[in-house]
């Protein structure tokens, strides 16, 4: 049976594979000399195409969403479409003068930190962006709602008890952490990052210690039936990221296109991803804190012959 959802309620956008850093593990390879992106034309045509479809929330994402020029005609256009926005970001670009704006058109933001110290976070995401990150969290919560993004390794793994009070302490509302994916340039840094038997088994207690109050579930539910979608750096639809980082040819459309409309409508139709189909993640959710924990589990829309999109 047919997931019954609502189809294309939340889009999550990388707008440029171009980034200031050039993080050890980027899962998606951004860096400094990453160039995809659409133009200025096509990614207002996706905004409206988005609302079209019935788009409620946009989560821009990168790359660094502040190194393109046009980033505040977007939220702006996006703004008018009705769209409750957020973006993530390093943070290493943001003025105050820039934050005090977004908080015109952003309803929350993300900042990526991935240490209690400058010793752990700049090892994965360069020199100088511990400071610029904390920094920045501390100023921007003045203005927005503001949730920190933790990337859990290998190097990190010993903060992780002072890293929750230490990000909560800086202002932010909320922290969502997410164990390494061993994918991307960790491939590269397997020695650096990658989780031991034990490492993974305190992760996830503490996932559970900090998850298990009166507000507190798991859930482990795909959101791949097309009430989220995931729309890449070059314009192409998916049903997440997983699917568009390990098996990009399973795409749903591409928005540059004048079809990409009637395509995803259709592909809305079709769609028969069954009830209570299970994420590969295991996700362990509390009013303050969000936990995205790896699993043994292939996400099993990657596999072709389930003919499910």
């Not at 050039?22 to 045509?45: K, Q, V, W």
């Not at 390794?153 to 302490?169: D, Q, T, W």
């Not at 507190?216 to 729309?231: F, K």
Request: aromatic share 10%; hydrophobic share 40%.
């Amino acid at each position: 049976m047919a997931a019954m959802t609502a189809s294309f309620k939340e889009w999550h956008w990388e707008i440029t594979k171009r980034c200031n850093l050039f993080c050890r593990y980027c899962l998606t390879n951004c860096g400094p000399s990453a160039h995809e992106s659409l133009a200025t034309s096509d990614a207002l045509m996706a905004i409206k195409t988005m609302a079209e479809l019935g788009c409620e929330k946009l989560m821009i994402t990168g790359g660094e969403p502040f190194v393109r020029k046009d980033l505040f005609k977007l939220l702006e256009y996006s703004r008018k479409k009705n769209f409750s926005l957020g973006l993530l970001t390093n943070g290493f670009l943001v003025k105050e003068k820039i934050a005090r704006r977004l908080a015109d058109y952003i309803d929350d933001i993300g900042v990526s930190i991935d240490g209690l110290s400058s010793q752990t976070h700049n090892f994965a995401r360069g020199e100088k962006s511990f400071q610029r990150a904390s920094r920045f969290i501390a100023i921007l919560s003045a203005y927005l709602p503001v949730s920190a993004y933790v990337t859990i390794s290998a190097v990190n793994i010993h903060e992780l008890p002072k890293i929750a009070k230490f990000i909560f302490e800086l202002g932010a509302s909320r922290i969502h952490f997410s164990e390494i994916s061993m994918s991307g340039r960790a491939k590269d840094n397997l020695k650096h990052f990658k989780l031991t038997v034990k490492q993974k088994k305190l992760l996830k207690q503490f996932a559970v210690e900090m998850t298990m109050g009166i507000d507190g579930v798991i859930d482990n539910q795909c959101n791949a039936d097309l009430s989220v979608v995931y729309l890449s750096a070059e314009g192409i639809v998916y049903p997440c990221s997983e699917v568009a980082i390990h098996a990009p040819s399973q795409s749903l459309a591409d928005i540059k296109h004048s079809g990409c409309k009637k395509e995803l409508e259709a592909k809305k139709q079709s769609n028969k991803i069954p009830l209570n189909f299970s994420c590969c993640y295991e996700v362990h959710i509390s009013k303050r804190m969000v936990f995205y924990l790896n699993t043994r589990s292939q996400c099993a829309l990657i596999k072709k012959e389930r003919g499910w999109l």
